[in-house]
Structure formats: C-alpha cells, structure tokens
C-alpha cells in the first residue's frame, strides 16, 4: 500500500542508500535455508526490532511508565528503555517509588494508610483521598470537594469495592477521620481504624510517598497533553484512572513485580527458615521463624506471635 507506515520507511531507506538495494518476493518459511532466506531472517530481526521500540516508545508517551517496566512489559534491552525514558521532556523530575519501613500488614487488604493531600491539578474538586495497600503498595485516589468525613467515608467504599476489605486502616488525627460517621462506618465493616502519633512526621510515610508518587505521575501525564496549570474538569477522571493504571499495572522503580501482581498474588507461606532474632537487651532468643522480608526489616512468628525486626537483628539457625 502506497500510503502505509512501511511504504513511507521503505521509500525513507532508498532514498538514503549507500550500496544497491534489490527487492525481491521469496518463500521466507522454506525449511531448506538459502542465501535469499537467511538476507530475509536479517531483515526480519532488524525490522522486529524498529517496531518493538516504536511499540515501547508509544506506551510510554500514553503512561509514562518506568525504564525497567518499559522494558520488561515490551521485550526490549533496558539500555533502549533508559534512552526512551531519558528522552522523554516529562519525566525528568519523576521521583522513583521508594519503600518504606512503616509497620505493615502480613498480607494485602491487612493494613491501610489513608491520607487527603490538595492536588491544584484538579481544581475545582481538588481534594484527593489516597489509600494505600501497605503490603502490595497498590494505590487508589479518589476526587473530593471536601475533606470531610462524608468524603473519607466514600473514598473507602471505592476502594473496598477494587481491593477488598481491610483489617486495619491507619491515618492521622484529622476530624474527618475521627468523626462520628467515621467510626460507624468502620464498625460496621468490622475495620479497626487506627490514628497516627500526633506532630509524628514519618507515622504516615507510605502513604505520603503514595501522594507524591500519585500528583507527580498526573502532572506529568496532564504536561504531555498541554494541561500546564490545571486540567480540564471533564478529563480529570479519564486521568486519574490513567495515572492509577501506569502506577498499579506496571513495576516501580526497581520492583520486580506490579503492585497489582502483589496484591492478587497466591498468598505466601505462613512460616519460613528459623531463625534468631536480638531482644532489648542484646540477647539472640531462638524458636522464631521468617515470615518474610522486605528492604531493611523482616517479620519473624513465633507460635501466634508475629513481629517486625530490622534485618541487622536476625540471623539464621545453622544445622
């Protein structure tokens, strides 16, 4: 066809050949391989390549997701997802998702942190409620008017309805989260709602990296759609859902696996090696065994008792 994308890269290439160029039909699936058919295996590896790349390009320009999901989500080398990222003009100043050391729960929907940040972006209903998965990391945002306890209360019907119910959510002092209607809703589902140590800057620190990670991804979305300063109210939901699927559907930073992948995931085994852990004074109890570890900490259970320790104060039991 005259007129498609292969036409135009075919007449591209001719016009900027250095040597003879012949085209020519051959049976490219003829098991007994000539020279015509091993020229075709060249060509057809090289133009596999173009288009996977091109593939790659086009799902970052649309979700403005990382180099290495880039990379594993299109089947392409992370040095070419690197430069397709690092030529990217809206994502230069994303900051990469980052884990945390908040307690958390054993297994996804255990634990919530909740939170209400101002996201100028979506003027005139500019409140944004975010809870978090402590687990999977799993991110829901909802649009408000307000902050209010009506508001909180909505928001985790919303999230309920995508990830389940939770055992515990965990969020700070504010009177939206401590109201009346707050607590009724929450024993009504039977969740054990549980508020932050006041002026403590770092008792919410999942779920605020959750809002920075969350507003960053919008603005770069709303930026490579021409939406500088404030986007358009009839696109804030077509956004929004598209900032949760980059960030949900795909791994951040230097994560193996999609939040969503861990959140869904067949639930780990209950007990793992035994191990020693260090109490208050110094001393290495023995009888714990691993649950599982994360950047810097473990959970260890021992009968019915499950804690968390830094990594630095266990130690494996050797036969």
Not at 8 to 31: D, K, R, W, Y
Not at 76 to 104: E, F
Not at 111 to 137: E, M, N, Y
Request: charged share 20%; with cysteine.
């Amino acid at each position: 066809i005259s007129n498609s994308p292969a036409a135009s890269m075919i007449e591209e290439a001719l016009h900027s050949q250095q040597g003879t160029v012949t085209f020519i039909h051959i049976n490219s699936h003829n098991p007994i391989k000539g020279y015509f058919q091993l020229g075709n295996d060249k060509a057809d590896a090289a133009a596999k390549n173009l288009w996977t790349l091109q593939s790659a390009r086009q799902l970052h320009e649309s979700l403005h997701i990382g180099a290495k999901a880039l990379a594993k989500q299109c089947d392409i080398p992370m040095s070419d997802a690197k430069h397709i990222v690092a030529t990217c003009p809206y994502c230069q100043k994303s900051p990469l998702w980052s884990s945390g050391v908040n307690p958390r729960g054993m297994k996804a929907s255990e634990i919530w942190q909740t939170d209400f940040t101002l996201c100028q972006l979506l003027k005139p209903r500019a409140w944004l409620a975010v809870t978090v998965d402590t687990v999977s990391g799993i991110i829901i945002g909802t649009q408000h008017t307000k902050a209010n306890s009506k508001a909180a209360v909505k928001h985790w019907l919303s999230a309920m309805t995508w990830l389940g119910i939770p055992k515990q959510i965990k969020m700070d002092n504010g009177t939206h989260f401590v109201s009346k209607a707050t607590q009724e809703f929450a024993a009504k589902w039977n969740i054990v709602l549980k508020q932050g140590i006041p002026y403590n800057s770092t008792g919410q620190a999942i779920v605020e990296r959750a809002n920075q990670t969350l507003e960053s991804k919008l603005e770069t979305l709303a930026k490579a759609e021409g939406f500088a300063n404030a986007i358009p109210p009839s696109e804030q939901p077509r956004l929004l859902a598209t900032a949760m699927l980059a960030l949900n559907q795909f791994p951040r930073g230097d994560q193996g696996q999609a939040p969503s992948q861990k959140h869904w995931a067949v639930e780990a085994v209950q007990e793992g090696p035994p191990v020693s852990i260090k109490n208050e004074l110094g001393e290495w109890e023995t009888g714990w065994k691993l649950v599982v570890t994360g950047r810097g900490y473990a959970a260890v259970k021992k009968d019915d008792d499950i804690k968390w320790c830094p990594l630095k104060s266990i130690k494996p039991v050797l036969p």
